[in-house]
């Protein structure tokens, strides 16, 4: 859009990067998100763009988020964990019959969205965001049901009683993630 160095992928382009002979990426951290893409990838994809947080545990009490000297913690066999900026990407697979424990927490003021992307192999099923989400530095929460109907539940003040619960404001098929005419 505006850049012509700039190029914004679609999800059914992940498929071009399979038979390219060449993958070109910007730094280390690209490398690890593009290999992401370029693997069989079966599990989830959680997107954030906000000032938030994201703190994942599954049953065995294994960590993936930020530590406290703010470097990327992942003890979670079979996930990753990428950060650009205020966007974060986090990879769940689906690898067994895991169920994560999804914490949230704000880092800034304003509003925040938050997508999950379900892909199997080369197959992205479903696409579920929430939008648009009010933060704050005080804003705690938790992504429940992620295998089912996912809801965000929030609590705007930190002390620990929730305050609203939120389901996707969209929800797309494989066929409608694709669609990128207004």
């Known amino acids: 859009s505006g850049c012509p ?9 992940k498929e071009k990067i399979f038979d390219a002979k060449m993958l070109i990426y ?24 906000s000032p938030l947080a994201i703190e994942v545990f599954d049953q065995q009490g294994n960590r993936l988020g930020f530590a406290e000297d703010g470097s990327l913690e992942n003890n979670i066999p079979g996930a990753d964990f990428n950060v650009f900026g205020d966007h974060k990407f986090v990879y769940l697979s ?10 949230l927490k704000g880092t800034g003021t304003g509003s925040f969205n938050l997508g999950i992307t379900e892909i199997n192999g080369e197959q992205i099923s479903v696409s579920r965001n929430f939008i648009n989400l ?15 109907q996912p809801k965000i539940v929030l609590d705007f003040n930190g002390d620990g009683e929730i305050y609203q619960t939120f ?16």
């Open 5 to 13: 160095h700039h190029y914004q992928m679609k999800p059914s382009d």
């Open 26 to 49: 910007i730094d280390d951290n690209f490398e690890s998100f593009a290999g992401k893409l370029a693997e069989k990838f079966k599990g989830k994809v959680i997107k954030i763009q």
């Open 94 to 103: 689906n690898d067994s019959d895991e169920i994560y424990q999804i914490y």
């Open 134 to 148: 009010p933060v704050t530095t005080n804003t705690l929460g938790s992504l429940l049901n992620l295998e089912g």
């Open 167 to 182: 389901e996707p404001n969209s929800v797309l098929t494989s066929e409608q993630i694709d669609d990128l005419i207004p």
